[in-house]
């Protein structure tokens, strides 16, 4: 059975700029993927092209390209990146003139069809996520490097499996399975130890990890690994903790296919190995996810030091002056939040301080520009003891919102377009299923009575977060079968909710997969209009399933 070797050397845009030069040197590989987008990407990615037509491409990955080109086609590396962004023809005519100047023959293909920007006014940016098809039909065609706008991260992956194995659409097993590794693969160092739950645990060096591959086979299974001598780590709990990484339920949806999360079964292979199998696909849905991202308004903010005694006094104080002062032209919404980072007795005086954070957003950037600028300045001597500000605030920036909508797969024209100019029109999936819960398996017996202790779940549990749109997912996973057995049990909704006060008037949903010993809970609107918004302290989500783990609660003491 034939190993397709897939690497990836971008998690996001900005991602570390060497990655390109040392995955192609650093071992074997057939394909390297990047992946430069995201929610926020292409909101920066639109407003680059307000200024300038010809941009919307991700420029880090043609200077990337100058360096390491002529190594890729040497090696018979074939590059697929979704680094065109909002103009994916662009980006591919910019990487054949490079290739002209450097006197590299190389092929160059891109995908198109997914911008229906002109569908939906008002939007600054609306773009489909498609497929894999468009991107196998370009590497079927002997493109080199294949160039895409908005797909599925997972597609840079599904798409030269199915070019390499003859997949058709309907294999849903062996696409399902593709779609999983190239979930684990999306994110970069995510897969080989970075921003691990766990990673104190472990003797390796964790100040450069790796970028991660995976053997994918003609059956869909695959292994995770990473080339040899790299820094991080690739085991069962790296692998478990990017599956979860930004997903939902047990249907993991895409447009050409619906892997089934709760099927997904992991081993240790060796060092450094992760072997992936037994997953089941099902059709995907009838109707195309699309991203519309449009400018909210303007923001502006000012965070206020208080230090020492009476801190709630000082906040109170200057929050009227505030008020009054912005009375006049009031802005349509203002958000305060009094973070106490302060000691008691303390040692430095940044101990002894709290933070407090004023954020204003209207549609009109004069009302939160100088009436709050003018506003917080003109209290430097006439408000609390010890008032100063981390920084004076600005004119007011513009800020995003990011939307999820849902168009018929048959009203988006998939197309490659080869590097000759013939362009390929991809179909639509034949077959579709809509969307629905997976009932939730019967969970195992809880564990026997016995002692507790009272400590933190990150104990005893893993956890990685992130963002879909304005909603947040905190997965949450253990290592052994007891610790399962107590953890289903224990960490319902309205524990999560306790452990999590700020979710408590929001919409949570708790999904389980046993078979990767986790429970993945969505929280609606704990971000409000997504991550362009900065609706609050953790913008992302990132660190929320840390401050999950970092909450108390009674353990069984055999756990711990």
């Known amino acids: 059975m034939t190993t397709l070797r897939i690497g990836n050397a971008s998690g996001f845009y900005g991602d570390r700029f060497d990655a390109l030069r040392e995955m192609l040197t650093g071992g074997e590989l057939d394909v390297l993927t990047g992946d430069y987008l995201a929610e926020l990407t292409m909101l920066i990615l639109g407003r680059d092209r307000l200024k300038d037509p010809a941009a919307g491409y991700a420029r880090t990955f043609l200077r990337q390209l100058e360096e390491c080109l002529g190594l890729a086609h040497e090696r018979g590396v074939r590059i697929v990146t979704n680094a065109g962004g909002l103009n994916p023809s662009g980006l591919a005519a910019a990487v054949r003139q490079l290739a002209d100047r450097l006197g590299i023959p190389v092929r160059v293909a891109h995908v198109e069809g997914d911008d229906l920007t002109a569908d939906h006014p008002g939007s600054l940016a609306a773009h489909a996520y498609l497929g894999g098809f468009g991107i196998a039909e370009c590497l079927r065609a002997g493109a080199d490097v294949v160039v895409t706008g908005r797909v599925t991260d997972a597609a840079l992956v599904t798409g030269p499996a199915a070019a390499h194995?003859?997949?058709?659409?309907?294999?849903?097993?062996?696409?399902?399975?593709?779609?999983?590794?190239?979930?684990?693969l999306e994110c970069g160092a995510q897969a080989t130890g970075g921003n691990y739950a766990f990673f104190g645990e472990r003797a390796h060096d964790l100040r450069r990890p790796g970028f991660?591959?995976?053997?994918?086979?003609?059956?869909?299974?695959?292994?995770?690994?990473?080339?040899?001598?790299?820094?991080?780590?690739?085991?069962?709990?790296?692998?478990?903790?990017q599956l979860l990484y930004e997903t939902g339920g047990a249907r993991y949806a895409g447009p050409d296919v619906t892997a089934r999360l709760d099927s997904i079964r992991l081993t240790q292979d060796g060092p450094d190995r992760v072997r992936i199998e037994g997953v089941r696909g099902e059709a995907p849905p009838p109707t195309l996810k699309v991203g519309l991202n449009r400018l909210g308004g303007?923001?502006?903010?000012?965070?206020?030091?208080?230090?020492g005694l009476g801190i709630e006094a000082k906040a109170a104080l200057v929050r009227e002056q505030m008020t009054d002062a912005l009375a006049k032209s009031p802005p349509a919404e203002v958000r305060w939040d009094l973070v106490r980072t302060d000691r008691a007795d303390a040692t430095t005086?940044?101990?002894?301080?709290?933070?407090?954070?004023?954020?204003?957003r209207d549609p009109d950037q004069a009302v939160v520009g100088r009436p709050l600028s003018g506003a917080a300045i003109e209290l430097a001597l006439a408000s609390y003891p010890g008032f100063h500000v981390l920084a004076p605030p600005g004119k007011g920036a513009p800020?995003?919102?990011?939307?999820?909508?849902?168009?018929?797969?048959?009203d988006v024209e998939h197309a490659a377009v080869l590097d000759d100019g013939r362009r390929?029109?991809?179909?639509?999936?034949?077959?579709?299923?809509?969307?629905?819960?997976?009932?939730?398996?019967?969970?195992p017996e809880p564990l026997p009575d016995g002692p507790v202790r009272r400590a933190p779940l990150g104990l005893v549990a893993g956890a990685r977060s992130g963002d879909k749109g304005g909603n947040a997912n905190v997965g949450v996973w253990v290592r052994s079968d007891a610790a399962w057995r107590w953890l289903v049990h224990t960490?319902?909704?309205?524990?999560?909710?306790?452990?999590?006060?700020?979710?408590?008037?929001?919409?949570?949903?708790?999904?389980?997969?046993?078979?990767?010993?986790?429970?993945?809970f969505v929280v609606e609107g704990i971000?409000?209009?997504?991550?362009?918004?900065?609706?609050?302290?953790?913008?992302?989500?990132?660190?929320?399933?840390?401050?999950?783990?970092?909450?108390?609660?009674?353990?069984?003491?055999d756990l711990l």
Do not use: M
């Open 349 to 360: 005086e940044e101990t002894a301080s709290a933070v407090l954070r004023l954020v204003v």
């Open 527 to 557: 971000l409000g209009a997504g991550v362009a918004a900065q609706h609050r302290f953790d913008p992302q989500a990132k660190a929320l399933g840390e401050w999950l783990r970092s909450r108390h609660l009674d353990i069984p003491e």
């Open 212 to 241: 991660p591959l995976a053997e994918v086979l003609e059956d869909g299974s695959c292994v995770v690994t990473k080339h040899p001598g790299t820094g991080g780590f690739v085991d069962v709990g790296t692998v478990t903790a």
């Open 424 to 443: 390929i029109v991809v179909p639509p999936a034949r077959d579709s299923l809509v969307l629905d819960d997976v009932p939730e398996p019967e969970a």
């Open 491 to 520: 960490l319902t909704v309205d524990r999560f909710r306790e452990l999590l006060p700020e979710t408590a008037e929001l919409g949570v949903v708790r999904h389980v997969l046993a078979n990767l010993r986790a429970l993945n």
């Open 399 to 410: 800020y995003g919102v990011f939307e999820a909508v849902h168009v018929p797969q048959g």
């Open 165 to 184: 194995f003859g997949w058709q659409p309907g294999e849903y097993d062996r696409l399902a399975g593709a779609v999983v590794a190239g979930h684990v």
């Open 298 to 307: 303007f923001r502006n903010e000012v965070t206020f030091v208080l230090t």
